[in-house]
């Protein structure tokens, strides 16, 4: 099974950009499609992006459409989540994930490898 850590979290003034990576071990990151969810203080965790296998199809909350970007690089088994125009209420941990199913994205009983997390503050 594939093991995720995530990494690029941190602290940023509304408006400013962090990208955040998401890097699996094992061979078989081009099986896997990648979702980021975020999970902020007191509430429930979030879905905000996804992205199939090739890489060549994405999906995206409305509360962060044209403003966050998914990616991933299979050669580099990593994937990114790329956050600009940060607002505060974006705040949050931000988990990325991966499953070997094909729909579904949006819904974290699809996935079955979750990272640790990484914590994003934006401050205003």
């Known amino acids: 099974q594939v093991q995720l850590v995530e990494s690029g979290g941190g602290l940023a003034q509304a408006g400013g950009s962090l990208r955040l990576s998401c890097a699996a071990s094992g061979r078989t990151f081009g099986s896997y499609a990648i979702g980021w969810f975020r999970q902020a203080a007191g509430k429930e965790r979030e879905f905000v992006a996804a992205?199939?296998?090739?890489?060549?199809?994405?999906y995206y909350a409305d509360s962060v459409k044209g403003r966050f970007t998914i990616s991933r690089d299979n050669a580099k088994n990593t994937a990114y989540l790329q956050m600009n125009s940060l607002k505060p209420e974006d705040t949050a941990v931000y988990y990325c994930a991966a499953t070997d199913f094909s729909g579904g994205f949006s819904a974290q009983r699809t996935y079955n490898a979750w990272g640790q997390g990484t914590q994003v503050t934006v401050s205003s």
């Open positions: 992205i199939r296998r090739s890489g060549g199809i994405t």
